[in-house]
């Protein structure tokens, strides 16, 4: 674990964001439906990725479409099977504010550590002004992950029509081949 993020977050296993690959639009009017994204504008498959605090990919899940939520895709995944051991009690997990999965961890005793929310207020409290750019300042490592993996040709001209009973399968593929790449994450960071 790099130096800089043991000191502020040392019980961070993985870092976790969502990600949406645009696709061709399919032909049928329901595979349109649940492959839009309100997000994007646009028909897309959706992933959530993780990587370790040293940048390398960790997590994988399954491509839904892109209308499915990020807790839709965490509930469908292997994280929450106790069974897979992907977490033990005291574990945290660094996410971006909009994955709301606290309760869904709280079971196998793991934090969720997203940034904090106004709730009423007008503006943060320094110390949680302080708290959020840490997070935001070592969350950027799967933005940055996400953004190399996204520029493989496959990924960035989008998945078309006869390639997308395989979407799943190239997503998991440019993101498992994206570890191969020289560490993006400096031991220090």
């Not at 807790?71 to 995944?77: D, F, M, N, V």
């Not at 992950?145 to 493989?152: E, Y």
């Not at 496959?154 to 081949?177: P, Y």
Request: proline share 4%.
């Amino acid at each position: 674990m790099p130096s800089d993020f043991s000191k502020k977050f040392p019980k961070t296993r993985v870092i976790m964001d969502a990600t949406e690959i645009p696709i061709e639009r399919p032909s049928n009017v329901e595979s349109q439906s649940a492959t839009w994204s309100n997000y994007k504008h646009k028909n897309t498959l959706k992933a959530m990725i993780g990587c370790s605090p040293r940048g390398a990919i960790t997590f994988i899940s399954d491509s839904y479409g892109g209308s499915a939520s990020d807790r839709q895709i965490i509930e469908k995944s292997n994280l929450l099977d106790p069974a897979s051991q992907s977490f033990e009690k005291g574990d945290s997990i660094m996410a971006d504010r909009g994955i709301l999965v606290q309760d869904l961890f709280a079971n196998q005793g793991v934090q969720v550590n997203i940034p904090n929310f106004l709730k009423g207020k007008s503006q943060l409290d320094p110390a949680e002004v302080l708290h959020d750019r840490r997070v935001a300042s070592k969350r950027i490592h799967i933005e940055r992950v996400i953004g190399l993996t996204k520029s493989f040709k496959i990924l960035k001209h989008g998945i078309c029509k006869s390639k997308l009973q395989l979407g799943s399968r190239i997503v998991f593929i440019c993101f498992a081949i994206s570890n191969f790449r020289k560490n993006i994450v400096h031991r220090n960071a």
